[in-house]
């Protein structure tokens, strides 16, 4: 039986790592460790409603961290280092804590603008701390706000943003808004969206710069034009925590490799957006930045670590990833996984009235369903995702339900 276990990262992945183990009646210690000094947080609602000042901070709190479930924990402690042989996790400070067993639940970090200078008024927004801190300068009411970067959480910002009543300005590289996940039709939607609301969407163009001595004071794009701003969020993706380790012996490429129930070594899973794990689904290694895969990678992984020691049964991890995103008043959700080279066919509704259910194809299957403003017809057809239907079958059973 395992007497000790570490979860670094209380977060998504790792609180429901915990509550499985409790649930699943192991009694021993847990510790749970986490650079953050806040309790458990939920963070879609960080793009979102506590942006927008809409919801207190209180009830973010992940319902596992209102539970008594006899964590020991952590917070705002680093994990340093971590040691297979010895089985034990440095902590800043130098603390070491053992384990029997360990939950890797790190997650990622929003990317930095490369060679930008730490100027005052530049945000991301990943954690807490730094949607408090954004909406802190947009209390203040700035002339402009420019968002770099038109994927899920720019887009959801620029939203917010332009919800507060301010000017906004959305840049993106890429030809339309969410490209490589989505393909250029719903990007040229989420386009729309966004003027619509009144966005100065600039697509196609590069950022060359920051301009500004302490504070920031305009974004310099490659086309030589510039834009003046006092608040800048940079939202141009994410890197998975792997930094601390490094030289560990666990094999790290974009996140921490592990089998395909979510094993990185004996004794050691991994979970949520830190983890990347080979799909036999997709027939490739996966690592999905989603709230529902985390909390399914949590649950797997920790019956993995108990399975280890009570002999049941090792479940392959192989879910069909969901994602939403709601910007306005249009909610878009995605069962599956998209590209912008699938086949689309639009199913249910219309482009037009931004009310409407599209089908992705690739080698004859559905492979992604994505509704936008259609709860109830994504949920009723992610089987043909789960089930990887054939197109022409899965066009006409999702035409049926029109
Ligand atoms: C603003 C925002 C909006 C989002 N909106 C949506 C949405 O609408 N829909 C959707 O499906 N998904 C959304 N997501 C994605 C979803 O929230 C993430 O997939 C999920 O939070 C991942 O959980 P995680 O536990 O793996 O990692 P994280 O939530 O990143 O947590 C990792 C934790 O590990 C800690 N940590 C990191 N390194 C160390 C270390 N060395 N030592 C100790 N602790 C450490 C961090 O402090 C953090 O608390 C959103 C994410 C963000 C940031």
Known sequence: MIGSVVVVGASLAGMHAAHTLRAEGYGGGITVVDADGHLPYDKPPLSKQVLAGDWDVDRITLPAAREDLGLDYRLGRRAMGLDLADRFVRLDGGERVGFDGLVLAAGASARWLPGAPMLG????????????????????????????????IGAEVAATCRGRGLEVTLLEAAATPLERALGPVIGGVMADLHRDHGVDLRLGVGVAGLDGTDRVEAVRLDDGSVIPAEVVVVGIGVTPNTGWLEGSGLELDDGVVTDDTLCAAPAVVAAG??????????????RVEHWETA??????????LLADHDGRPVESFDPVPWFWSDQYDRKVQLAGRSSASDDLEIVVGSLEERRFVALYGRGGRVVGVLGMNRPRHVMALRELVTDGVDWPEGLARARAMA
Do not use: T
């Open 273 to 286: 957006d830190i983890a990347r794990w080979p799909s036999a689904r997709y027939g490739e290694r996966l």
């Open 121 to 152: 008024g530049v945000h991301v927004v990943r954690s807490l701390d730094d949607c408090l801190g954004l909406r802190e300068a947009l209390d203040a009411g700035p002339a402009r706000v420019v968002v770099i970067g038109a994927g899920f």
């Open 295 to 304: 909390i399914q990678m949590g649950e797997a992984a920790a019956r993995r």
